[in-house]
């Protein structure tokens, strides 16, 4: 799983000091991968954190330690929130060679609406 937070930011010194703080707490959490912050290059006060988890539950327990909770959820809840933040890997690629990635989705993912746990009542309109 991969979460991607994406920020406006204003104070860049007191930014990189919480969001490294963030990035030492989660990659030291079992089963997750690694971590990265970047910054654009086409606007300065645009940043993005991207952590890298190898499953969905390392995801959610590596949310879940108190120094964590303390450090880390207030600086994601800063996070723009126009998008979506975590997203699950297709395709990932190294030395040359693509992986295809079976989807944990289950089959009728974003067809339930809220009040349908059972299943959808009446099919989706795309």
Do not use: N
Not at 6 to 32: H, I, M, N, Y
Not at 58 to 74: L, Q, T
Request: glycine share 4%; aromatic share 6%; with cysteine.
């Amino acid at each position: 799983m991969l979460l991607v937070c994406r920020f406006r930011v204003s104070d860049p010194e007191t930014f990189t000091s919480r969001a490294e703080e963030a990035l030492k707490l989660l990659t030291a959490q079992p089963g997750c991968l690694r971590g990265t912050l970047a910054r654009s290059t086409d606007e300065d006060d645009r940043w993005v954190l991207t952590v890298e988890f190898a499953s969905v539950v390392a995801y959610r327990r590596a949310m879940s330690p108190f120094p964590v909770r303390e450090h880390v959820i207030p600086l994601l809840s800063e996070a723009l929130t126009d998008e979506p933040a975590m997203y699950e890997p297709t395709l990932t690629s190294a030395d040359g060679q693509v992986e295809e990635h079976t989807s944990l989705l289950a089959e009728d993912a974003f067809t339930v609406r809220l009040g349908e746990a059972g299943g959808p009542a009446t099919p989706r309109r795309r």
